[in-house]
């Protein structure tokens, strides 16, 4: 055997020890593709950066049946009268009927969108609206962006946003706790489910996002209708968005609630304590330069 014949019979047993290759069909492929594909897509229906066309924002903005949709316009409306664009006015009308629209989310982005332009009075006026609220994320933001107009009209409202909250029984029966103490929740989400007498189940609900400080009941333990069960308090971007606009609207009066905050509460990082002391430093000196 020649020295040709002897690297050809080499490689062909090389060949044949070596592991077959894998074949991927067109289907898996396929498959694949649309793992990825098909998520993104979705992404990208429902990310409120994806850029609305003129004639899309008027759609958006009108289309009450889907309030994603509505949230998207006001988003992108709020994106570029906060940038300066003249052109919008055309759309305030609109902008200001969103914000009496029976989803609390749409009412609640309608008032962050109407505090960027501060030098409207229709606005001005729509958000002292909102501080009537029912529900509590609304009038916060409300509160929140009055303060952009040099309006004190919602801090009570800014001051209640600082404060812990009871979670009471809406019904008599044994308790399962469902979120347990120093863990965080969103806004609607269940904290304790009491079991009635006749087997039905009621879930206590948090009216805004926060973290639980105390659950005063244990799994099992019996509770009668209006018990105390839960102490919650409010989540820590909510608390700092407060103590920040207080620090221009606040009054000495506030100070005690801040000076929680000063003093440091468990599960709030740092930061937290640091704004609410040069809180309550704006606010000492603001008065002071009034007298």
Do not use: C
């Not at 055309?90 to 332009?117: C, H, L, N």
């Not at 904290?191 to 659950?215: H, N, Q, T």
Request: hydrophobic share 45%; aromatic share 8%.
């Amino acid at each position: 055997m020649n020295e040709t014949e002897t690297i050809e019979q080499a490689a062909a047993e090389q060949e044949a020890i070596r592991p077959p290759r894998r074949k991927f069909p067109w289907a898996i492929l396929i498959v694949v593709a649309v793992f990825i594909i098909v998520p993104f897509i979705s992404w990208y229906g429902t990310w409120f950066g994806r850029p609305l066309s003129d004639q899309q924002l008027d759609e958006y903005l009108h289309d009450a049946a889907k309030p994603r949709h509505m949230q998207h316009a006001l988003w992108q409306l709020g994106e570029r009268i906060g940038s300066g664009d003249q052109s919008l006015h055309k759309w305030y009308p609109a902008i200001i009927e969103t914000s009496r629209g029976s989803v609390p989310e749409v009412r609640s982005f309608a008032a962050v969108t109407m505090g960027q332009d501060n030098s409207s009075a229709e606005f001005h006026q729509a958000l002292l609206s909102l501080l009537s609220d029912s529900v509590p994320v609304v009038r916060h933001n409300a509160a929140l962006q009055l303060v952009r107009f040099n309006d004190s009209a919602g801090r009570e409202e800014l001051v209640a946003m600082l404060k812990p909250w009871s979670l009471k029984s809406e019904a008599a029966g044994k308790v399962s706790v469902i979120v347990k103490e120093g863990a965080a929740f969103a806004a609607g989400a269940p904290v304790l489910r009491i079991k009635r007498d006749d087997g039905s189940f009621v879930e206590e609900r948090a009216p805004e996002a926060g973290r639980v400080e105390r659950v005063l009941v244990g799994d099992g333990a019996a509770v009668n209708e209006g018990d105390e069960i839960a102490v919650l308090y409010p989540e820590i971007e909510q608390v700092e968005s407060a103590l920040r606009a207080l620090s221009y609207v606040g009054m000495p009066s506030d100070i005690p609630v801040i000076a929680v905050y000063s003093r440091g509460v468990a599960g709030m990082p740092e930061r937290i304590q640091k704004q609410a002391a040069l809180t309550a430093a704006d606010i000492r000196e603001r008065a002071e330069s009034k007298k």
